[in-house]
């Protein structure tokens, strides 16, 4: 995979699945345009990484449900390497577990732009800037497949919007050949697990997977490269999944 002189934009970078696809994307020889909401420091030190190994990287602060800072980070893209060929959207959250009964309008709002209305803003802004041959890879999850865990109904739905979208874009952006793929990550080792779920249900959903394990951040990111990669040149408006085995779809 090679993507010398292609510039991607990477949201959520600054930690975990994102951090990886960044320093994948670098590594691949992307110039890579990091955008993080509070992870500083993951994103600081992997410009610096990126840099020191004679690559190229900047790091921009910005909340991807604000528009104002969705619409800065394409331009800042775009003044500072010319144009935008990959935009992959890792922004995305759980905020708190909340049955129907338990949740208000408010959360089911705040889930629901942070997933999905925030992935729509991403590509508004970057699709201009975007020439022939380009790619958008989105997040879902396995959530969006089987409705997630106990308390997760509104990321889940948050979730299988973004899966439907995938597929809208595919169709739409086709003829301009801009490829959309989506990933499907099952139990990943990241921060999301670690604080929301409990660690006896992470053991019994790991020993449930045929790999009998969770996955790791890294093993996300080289399939994430992949589909944004020309490798994957005759693939378009598919959700992959990436969970182990433990759904198969």
């Known amino acids: 995979m090679n993507f010398a002189g292609k510039t991607a ?14 320093m994948a994307l670098a590594a691949a020889g992307a110039n890579v345009v990091i955008n993080y909401h ?7 030190s992997a410009v610096a990484e990126i840099t020191a190994a004679g690559g190229n990287a900047i790091a921009l ?14 331009a800042k893209a775009v003044e500072t390497y010319g144009a935008i060929d990959t935009l992959m959207h890792v922004t995305g959250g759980l905020v708190a577990r909340k049955t129907t009964d338990e949740m208000t309008l408010e959360h089911w709002n705040t889930v629901m732009t942070l997933n999905t209305t925030s992935l729509f803003m991403a590509v508004k802004a970057c699709l201009p800037h975007m020439a022939d041959g380009s790619s958008i890879v989105t997040f879902a999850s396995q959530a969006g ?20 979208y995938t597929r809208a874009l595919a169709k739409e952006l086709g003829p301009r050949n801009i490829r959309v793929n989506s990933l499907c990550p099952g139990m990943i080792d990241t921060d999301f697990h670690n604080i929301f779920t409990k660690d006896a249900i992470r053991e019994f959903v790991a020993n449930a997977t045929p790999l009998k ?15 944004a990669s020309d490798d994957a040149s005759f693939m378009t408006g598919n959700n992959v999944d990436v969970n182990g085995g433990l759904l198969f779809s």
């Open 145 to 164: 497949r089987d409705g997630g865990g106990g308390g997760s109904s509104v990321y889940a739905a948050s979730k299988g919007a973004v899966m439907t």
């Open 9 to 22: 934009v990477v949201t959520g970078g600054g930690r975990d699945i994102g951090r990886s696809c960044v």
């Open 38 to 44: 509070s992870s500083s420091e993951g994103a600081d």
């Open 213 to 227: 394990r969770e996955g790791n951040p890294d093993e996300v990111a080289k399939l994430a490269v992949f589909l």
């Open 61 to 74: 602060q910005g909340d991807m449900t604000n528009p104002a800072d969705v619409t800065a980070l394409a």
